[in-house]
Structure formats: C-alpha cells, structure tokens
C-alpha cells in the first residue's frame, strides 16, 4: 500500500473532510471497515497562504508550501497533495522541489471532466482561484470553456468562503445568494456543469441543488489520491 | 509558539476532535480566529494497537507506537501527544524512545481531579483501560479511588465503543445501555465523579447526563497541549 502525505490546515474544515472521505473511500475499496491507511497531515496556516497570495509574495508562498512538502517528503510518503484549490496556484513550483510525486486537484478534475464529457463549466472558488488562470488553462488546453462570475461577484463569493465556510459556519442566506449566482450563470451563460472549486463549497452545495452535474473538486481529488494508494496492489 | 505533533488515527473521529479542538482552543487563548496553529498529524492504525494488546504482544505495541513518535521527533516538533486513552498503557516506553516530551492524557487527568477536588472516581474507557492497571495506578497513588464497572460489563463497553463509536455512530439504545451503567455505579459505589476514559466517549455522554462532575480526558488532554503550546509565550 502507499503511503500519502496531506498538507492540510487550508482550512481545517476542509482537511478533516479529506481526511474522514479517504479513509472512508479506502474502506469502501476494501470492503471493509475494519481496517485504516496510515496517513501523514502536516496542517499548517491558511491565513499564510491568503497574506501571500494577497501580496502576490509568490515566492513566499513556493517556500511556505515547499517546506510543507519537503517535510512530508522526509516521512518518505509516496505521494502527496495539497488539499486545497487555492494553493494550487503554485502547484509546479512545489512539485519541482520534491521528488515525491504530488497529485493535482486540477488535473483530477479536468481528467474527471473529459470522462463526463462536460464543455461549457462554471466555475465557483475562491477570489484568486476565479481569477487566476492556473484552474482555467488546464480546461482550456483540453477544448473546454471556463465560465466566473463577474469581479464584484467573486468578491463576495471569496469574502463568504474565508469568513463563514472556512470557519465551519453554513449560513442560508448565503446558501440563497450563492444559488442564484449559479442559477444566473446556467441562464446566461449556459454552463451545462460546475465545478465546486473550493474544498469549503461541499459543505454549502449538494447535487439537488442544481440540474447541472456538480464536479466536486474535493471529492475527485480524494478518489485519485485513494486511487494512487492501491496502484500495483490486489485489492484483497 | 511551540509545535506539537499528534500521534491518531486511534481512531480517526477522536483524531478529529483533538485537531478541531486544539484549534478552537488555540483561537480562544488568541482571541482571534484568523490564527491558525501548524500541527503534524501521523495517523496509524488502530486496528494493529487492539490487536497488539489483545495478544499482549506489547514489545510489538511498543515498536508500532514508538515509530509514530520517532518519525514526528524527525520533524522537529516541541512536543507530542497519543490522541487516546489505550495506547497509554505503553506511555512510559514509548517516551524513552524520543527526546521529545510527550504529554499524558492519564497524568493530565490526575492533575485535573487534583483540581476539583474529586475522590471515588468511575473510568469508563475500553476494556484494556478499565482492566489494566495503567490508568488506575496513578490515581491511587494520589490517594483517589477508581472504581470499573464489572468484567462482563466492561466486554460490553468494549464492543460498542469499538464497533459503533470509532466508526462515528451514536446509537441511541447505546446511550442509554451506557447511561444505565453509570447510574449503577453512583448508587451502588458512590463514585463522585466519571472519568470518559476513551476519548470516543463524549459523543455519547454530556455533562447534562448526570448530577455527577465528567472528567473528559480528551478535553483535559486538549487543554493541557495548548498550554504546554503557549509556555514561554506572550498571549498576544
């Protein structure tokens, strides 16, 4: 079995999500629950990432994310993400300075978009992930079409995300406004899919929310990273 | 600000107790929730620790437990913790392996009846807990009583905690089969106090329950890690 390493604490919420859906998809691929894979979770501070990001101190964040993964490296884990959207930003910076493989939450799901056959996908994260192109160009480059909110939408969208989701908190005034935002762009922009672009955004969306497939980053992400514990093993 | 790793996955919900709670309580001293403390998390199997102390092969507990903790030493961490009450039966061991030092949920929890005042004391816990002495010993070298339930009783316990907390369900029949026990054992042996000696145990009891004071280990646990995070420290 490998082993993998998490860098977590992007926010808490959202590690104790990954953590409690690995182990569960891990027992489901078993067939049992009566055995656990050993994981390492090395939280560390979100509040970092957002100041750098912010900032757009990008080589702060390369270090601060780097030594996370350079930590986890030295646990001699066999692979390992970062379980969050936003951080991905860096991605290929961070992978240059490990040798562990690290699995990508967006190249998972735009894999997972090319396998429901979806084209013209919304897309909801936070500020900098809607924004940035490091999401959109991956679906880009495989023919499909990235759709955000305008600016001021993103705002608010970004500013509910770190304020309320990341600290646990599910308003349903919120859960109304975010509807409509997606309500507005099936209507308008015809989006036939959207992507949960945040690992916060379960918490808040379910798939009766909406007539379009939801792709639930989080969740595809886990499913790959299970996926990648089992290869070269007899699921016994 | 000291760091401190976790060894979990014993089982994992109580693992994410501990981690939402050390954050909480992090918060709460900082008086702020846009702080985040960095924590490592080596999450192990407990199925191999149940296994180990059934067969009593503890030199076997001893190695598997011990190499958690060398690997959080490895990465520089201030301070550790076992993130439950079973494992701590081979505290002692485990400690001599590591210059680290590890923070005890037993002596954690004398020191907190020494603070109420509390002196025939129930433990409820799994069965190793209840039988062996581990958990007893330093009470009663503090001149407190501990009183367990009878050994048929204790195999009950056991089985559910094992089956239907670790796994995160709360039965209600459960609840009340626990709640039962514990009436018996303030009318019969007039304990003043109970100690939830199984860090699953608070999802089934709460303070409400009874007229009797609780002494949740992993609560007292928690406390006392954020403490040892903050010596040294202005809480600013």
């Not at 030295?74 to 991905?88: F, Q, R, S, W, Y």
């Not at 690290?102 to 809607?130: P, R």
């Not at 997606?182 to 969306?205: A, N, Y």
Request: negative net charge.
């Amino acid at each position: 079995m490998k082993q993998i390493g998490i860098i977590g604490g992007l926010g808490p919420e959202s590690t104790v999500q990954y953590y409690q859906s690995i182990i569960r998809r891990f027992q489901e691929k078993k067939g049992t629950r009566q055995v656990l894979p050993e994981i390492f979770i090395n939280s560390i501070n979100m509040y970092h990432i957002f100041r750098y990001i912010t900032e757009w101190r990008l080589d702060d964040l390369i270090t601060y994310v780097g030594n996370a993964a350079r930590k986890l490296e030295h646990l001699e884990v066999d692979g390992m993400i970062i379980a969050a959207n936003t951080p991905h930003l860096v991605f290929d910076e961070v992978q240059k300075q490990v040798n562990v493989p690290m699995i990508s939450i967006v190249d998972a799901t735009v894999e997972e978009a090319k396998n429901q056959g979806v084209e013209q996908i919304g897309l909801l994260g936070t500020k900098f992930t809607m924004e940035r192109d490091f999401f959109k160009t991956p679906f880009e480059e495989n023919g499909k079409r990235i759709d955000v909110p305008e600016e001021v939408t993103q705002q608010y969208l970004h500013e509910k995300i770190v304020n309320e989701l990341e600290n646990g908190i599910v308003n349903p005034e919120t859960k109304k406004a975010f509807k409509q935002i997606v309500d507005e762009m099936i209507e308008q922009k015809q989006i036939d899919s959207l992507i949960l672009g945040c690992t916060e955004l379960p918490m808040i969306f379910s798939e009766e929310d909406f007539d379009i497939p939801l792709l639930d980053t989080m969740d595809i992400h886990v499913n790959k990273v299970v996926d990648f514990m089992f290869e070269n093993e007899g699921i016994s």
